[in-house]
């Protein structure tokens, strides 16, 4: 049969379990359009039922066994490394012989580390005929300043096709790496763990020593330096000297050293009404934080794109937001958000206060936000145009 008239064969990659809920999730839509996939992956050690529960089973290339037990980071990332080394070089065989028609790239770890290893697994992979569309789910790691722009410059020009998740970073594909617009197609991120049950929210709160009949501010998701923890910590401390009807809970984990810093922050600035849960948080505890929120607050520096906004829209919450270029493709303010200036601690305190103090502005904001209807559809649709820019970079007959 010709190329042309059958499905083509599409490898997911994201062999290391990096961004596992977006390939679970995009795999699952892109499963339900029926598309001959196979997920490329290793189980996601914080939660290794990840993939199974939306019904995928990964295929790591060889072996599956560092995940799936509770190990010291160390030793963990250690032995990750030596796994990934022989799955790599099991696909290598593999696709040698037998290469996707598409590999679906989500994650290249390996980049970081100056290491060109996946990267030659992809450029083998393209002689043998495949084709590589890469999911840019950052321009440039985050907090390194341009010291790998060169590095990605070159990933960006060798790739086939593109997917990027807002029209802003499509401008910023062209204009600072240089690549022609026909490559990209812009996607949106879709939400996570909307689909999950609430299973007994009040206990989780509890458990969590969340204040309760107190107004409840989320911030949620992996602490980098430029998600703005600490600008959202300076902005509350004015918040409280306002309001003493609101509480903040802060969960996720990162680099221990910037948890040590936020510790130091809250209580340098004496603040009374803060909830740090630094550690991973389950998706039922998730669940249970995002439907007890009254606010969620997303007060970033810089950001590509977002899946726990997309995640506290699809669960239709108020929303407080910086006022950037991606964010302002989905939220207008005083429309279905708040959008404040970050680094203006005086704009983001009364945007907070103002919310915490009105009830009327939250349900009116949250209203309008499950007016979106992020969730399902939003996946089906997210997999429809994925398929589409198959179709449209690799000329394949879906």
Known sequence: MSKDLRRPRVFMMDLWATVPYYTAYL???????????????????????????????????????????????????????????????????????????????????????????DLWFLEL???????????????????????????????????????????????????????????VDVIPHGPFFYDLPDTGSEATLQALGVERGKVLVLWQGIIFPYKGVDLLLNAWQ?????????????????????????????????????????????????????????IVAYPYRAITTSGALATGLALGKAIVASNLPVFREILETRENALLVDPHQCEELAGALTEMIEHRELREELAKKVSEMNFGDKSWLAIAKKTTQAYARFFRLGL
Request: charge should be neutral; glycine fraction near 6%.
């Open 238 to 294: 004015k918040v409280e000297a306002r309001n003493e009807n609101a509480s903040l809970v802060i969960a996720g984990t990162g680099a221990p050293e910037l948890l040590d810093q936020i510790r130091g922050q809250i209580g340098e600035l004496g603040l009374k009404h803060v909830h740090p849960e630094f550690r991973f948080i389950t998706t039922e505890e998730l669940v249970a934080l995002y439907r007890a929120a009254d």
């Open 27 to 117: 795999s699952k839509a892109l499963l339900a359009e029926g598309v001959d996939l196979t997920v490329g992956s290793i189980t996601y050690y914080l939660d290794p039922g990840c993939f199974s529960t939306r019904g995928i089973k990964p295929d790591p290339g060889l072996l599956d066994v560092v995940g799936r037990f509770p190990l010291p980071r160390l030793p963990r990332r250690i032995l990750k490394f030596f796994e990934a080394m022989l799955n790599l070089s099991a696909l290598t065989v593999r696709f040698f012989f037998r290469p996707p028609d598409v590999i679906h790239v989500q994650y290249l770890p390996m980049l970081k580390w100056r290491l060109p290893l």
């Open 125 to 183: 992979c393209r002689k043998r005929g495949s084709k590589i569309i890469l999911t840019v789910h950052d321009l440039l790691p985050h907090d390194t300043a341009e010291v790998y722009k060169e590095t990605f410059h070159h990933l960006y020009q060798r790739v086939d096709g593109i997917i990027c998740h807002s029209d802003n970073i499509k401008m910023r594909l062209e204009a600072e790496f240089g690549v022609p617009a026909e490559k």
